[in-house]
């Protein structure tokens, strides 16, 4: 049966097909369904009728109230009201469908060298991904830390060529960031994983790059051990990595809504990641 899925995280809609039954109309929400209008000739638009707290990223039907979550578009004939496959077109519901997220937690991303920047790396790490919501500039920051840098490290960290690996293990994404001195090929390496779903509520979507074939600009801080700024800088990385994070977004958005053991599964991928990944280079 042919739907039309509303995706406030790709922004975006399209066609699907799916069963012609509750659950293949439910699995396109990822929960129950909750009638929202019914248009003109028929079609019918559903959510998830407990989206709110779950999904950060929201959609309107034209100046409608904003809606948390996914939507499906299902046709309906009949008396009855029997579902059947939607009439509206994609091009038609583009023209009324607009898109938020609600402002949360703002972050300019702005540091001072020699200040406390409040921002604390995991216990055993040196290195965390900020991730979603407001923070400046496209919805992500780098956080890394070094025990007293010297000042070959950070003019590396300020100076050399960003590069980024990703890696998925099952619902755990990792990103290496390797910042190399390309004269000597001097290089300081990062290792940040993230899950989308250990964001605080109201955080957990991603704002929109200007199009599909620019990068995400991504906000880089250097900190030391007592979480001092040491140096800030911005990159932009390539559109193909950027597209990766966002698929990775929304797996994790909808792992987190639906599986209420969803840390315990991603701190077991971690688990598995590092154990078979013999250096934070391994994937350059």
């Known amino acids: 049966m042919r739907v039309l899925v509303v995706d406030p995280y790709r922004r975006d809609i399209f066609e699907k097909d799916i069963p012609k039954t509750l659950k293949g109309i439910q699995d396109v929400v990822h929960g129950c369904i909750q009638d929202v209008t019914r248009f003109r000739n028929g079609d019918i638009l559903y959510v998830n009728e407990d989206a709110l707290g779950r999904f950060d990223a929201y959609f309107a039907l034209g100046k409608g109230e904003a809606l948390p979550g996914f939507g499906v578009v299902v046709g309906s004939s009949g008396p009855e009201g029997d579902e059947g496959p939607a009439r509206s077109s994609v091009e038609e519901l583009r023209a009324r469908i ?11 991303g702005q540091f001072k060298v020699g200040k406390p920047t409040g921002l604390v790396i995991p216990s055993g790490a040196a290195s965390a991904i900020l991730i979603g919501g407001h923070i400046a500039p496209q919805s992500l920051m780098t956080v890394c830390e ?12 300020k100076t050399g060529r960003v590069q980024v690996a990703i890696a998925r293990e099952e619902n755990a994404m990792i990103l290496t960031w390797r910042i190399l001195r390309q004269a000597d090929g001097k290089c300081l390496l990062f290792e940040t994983p993230f899950h989308i779903g250990l964001q605080e509520a109201g955080t957990k979507y991603l704002l929109p790059r200007e199009t599909a074939e620019h990068g995400r600009t991504v906000r880089m801080m250097l900190q030391d051990e007592h979480t001092n700024c040491c140096a800030s800088r911005t990159c932009v990385i390539p559109p193909e990595a950027s597209h990766a994070i966002e698929e990775a977004v929304v797996d994790q958005v909808i792992d987190a809504a639906t599986n209420p053991a969803f840390q315990g599964s991603y701190q077991a991928a971690l688990g598995r990641y590092f154990a078979d990944t013999p250096t934070p280079g391994f994937g350059f």
């Open 98 to 108: 607009r898109y938020s997220a609600q402002i949360f937690g703002v972050a300019d």
């Open 146 to 157: 070094l025990t007293r840098p010297t000042l070959k490290e950070i003019e590396i960290f």
